[in-house]
């Protein structure tokens, strides 16, 4: 059974930091796209940002380049997103994505990010 378990949101101050984290299991992790969409209040699932079955490639939306960063550990089926200096317009709910063409796409259930004084 596939599983994507989301870790690490929370309430942070505007500038402050989080570490979200996404566990996977049921699937064979290294051979799948990973990515992190987020979905504000009234608002659209976005991507926030992708990372290729190795590393190698990362992709990230305009509006938090610079600012987080993805990565994977492939040994641990694990992918993480670093957010720095947050912004109260980063607050959402986070998805962790698996994405292998073929299969489609996998879901988890997302972690809440507010970012507020």
């Known amino acids: 059974q596939v599983q994507l378990g989301e870790s690490g949101g929370g309430l942070v101050q505007p500038g402050e930091s989080l570490r979200l984290s996404c566990a996977a299991s049921?699937?064979?992790?290294?051979?799948?796209?990973m990515s992190w969409y987020r979905q504000a209040t009234g608002k659209e699932r976005e991507l926030v940002a992708r990372?290729?079955?190795?590393?190698?490639?990362?992709t990230y939306a305009d509006s938090v380049k610079g600012r987080f960063t993805i990565s994977r550990d492939n040994a641990k089926n694990t992918v993480f997103l670093q957010m720095n200096s947050l912004q109260p317009e980063d607050t959402a709910v986070y998805y962790c994505?698996?994405?292998?063409?073929?299969?489609?796409?996998?879901w988890g259930q997302g972690t809440q990010v507010t970012v507020s004084s």
């Open positions: 994505s698996a994405f292998r063409s073929g299969d489609g796409y996998y």
């Open positions: 049921g699937f064979t992790f290294s051979m799948y796209a």
């Open positions: 990372i290729t079955t190795n590393g190698g490639r990362t």
